[in-house]
């Protein structure tokens, strides 16, 4: 019976976020949404990392920049089993498991062409719900629901 050997492919951090456990294929997705380059801080992206757990995985680091628990808990559209950890002097200061929040404010792009939010100066809101087989996102200012993909997809 042979066994496998995972190594670590990414270098350590000194100081930063580590967001672990992303669905492979997510990770740009989340860099893009989450503007997590446009802090001006150096960004390591591991794709399809092996992982024990998921198969492969994607893994964002993003240094010198510590996400706050309701900005981890955004993430959890896309990585719902997903996991920020918070690190300074290169050890885990605070590990959270993602849960998802009730409401997402100024990410996403309401997909309705007729919602007030695209010719009026406000910020988008979504009311966030899992159902059995996806996330849904309800528009506060149209009250229309789509699918997690729908809207992310439009900004």
């Known amino acids: 019976m042979s066994e496998k050997v995972y190594t670590r492919n990414v270098e350590a951090l000194k100081s930063g976020t ?5 669905p492979a294929g997510q990770g740009l997705r989340i860099l893009r949404l989450f503007k997590l380059a446009e802090y001006g801080e150096r960004v390591t992206v591991g794709l399809n990392l092996s992982s024990r757990h998921m198969g492969s995985k994607d893994l964002i680091k993003v240094e010198n920049v510590a996400l706050t628990p309701a900005q981890a808990n955004e993430l959890a559209l896309f990585a719902p089993r997903g996991s920020v950890s918070v690190i300074e002097d290169f050890a885990v200061v605070r590990k959270q498991k993602l849960t ?6 100024g990410i996403f792009a309401c997909p309705n062409s007729n919602c007030v939010s ?10 966030v719900r899992a159902t059995a087989n996806d996330t849904k996102m309800k528009c506060k200012y149209c009250e229309k629901v789509f699918s997690k993909d729908i809207v992310v997809d439009v900004r």
């Open 18 to 22: 580590v967001i672990d456990h992303i």
């Open 100 to 105: 998802l929040p009730e409401t997402v404010e």
């Open 118 to 127: 695209h010719v009026e100066p406000v910020s988008s809101h979504f009311a």
